[in-house]
């Protein structure tokens, strides 16, 4: 049976590993991520029937036991959620970036959304919204995009993923939680997305 798994190049929070990738090939004066983001800690916790993950890279948040997941501190995403037992590409994912000091969320903002210049025929925006996440201001970007699905050491292809993603500042610190999904899975998973993202703190 194959397992796929997003390959390496994507594993990070999706629209984050964007900016990231296309960082080094722009002159763009937005206030862009730092690309040495420092190793944090990270400590899981159960109670009940929930685990909270919490991480020194300021922030924490509390998921179904049931649900499968992959954590790292020292790399982004600093933790994925798998939501179907049967497609580990339906996840929630978690990330951080350290930004140049007074960078703004309109200025980050300009910075994320810019990059999609160079992934026009690969991804479509559908909207851009205001929202918030832990408590702070915050953007929250919906999209499709094309993915590499790597199904085993051989095999990997494109497949079509729904995004939403959500990202806000806080102490000069970008955090992104991103739910993806085929188109497919998408509403069917949202409710149990939404709850998971509901219950992101910043710390």
């Given at each position: 049976m194959l397992h796929p798994k997003v390959t390496a190049a994507s594993a990070i929070v999706a629209f984050m590993a964007l900016a990231v990738v296309t960082a080094g090939c722009t002159t763009s004066t937005s206030p862009s991520p730092s690309p040495t983001p420092a190793p944090v800690v990270q400590t899981i916790t159960t109670a009940g029937n929930n685990t909270t993950l919490t991480s020194t890279a300021?922030?924490?948040?509390?998921?179904?036991?049931?649900?499968?997941?992959?954590?790292?501190?020292?790399?982004?995403?600093?933790?994925?959620?798998?939501?179907?037992?049967?497609?580990?590409?339906?996840?929630?994912?978690?990330?951080?970036?350290?930004?140049?000091?007074?960078?703004?969320?309109?200025?980050?903002?300009?910075?994320?959304?810019?990059?999609?210049?160079?992934f026009k025929n690969l991804t479509t925006i559908q909207n851009v919204t205001s929202s918030t996440l832990g408590g702070k201001p915050a953007k929250t970007l919906t999209y499709q995009a094309i993915i590499p699905v790597q199904y085993n050491e051989t095999l990997v292809r494109n497949q079509t993923m729904q995004v939403q993603e959500i990202w806000t500042i806080n102490k000069d610190t970008g955090f992104v939680v991103a739910y993806r999904a085929p188109p497919s899975n998408f509403t069917k998973f949202l409710p149990e997305a939404q709850k998971i993202i509901n219950s992101f703190q910043l710390t």
């Open positions: 300021g922030f924490k948040m509390t998921f179904p036991s049931q649900y499968k997941y992959d954590q790292n501190g020292s790399i982004n995403p600093k933790a994925i959620i798998y939501l179907d037992p049967k497609d580990i590409t339906t996840e929630v994912s978690f990330g951080t970036d350290t930004l140049l000091p007074n960078t703004t969320l309109e200025g980050l903002t300009d910075y994320y959304t810019s990059q999609f210049l160079y």
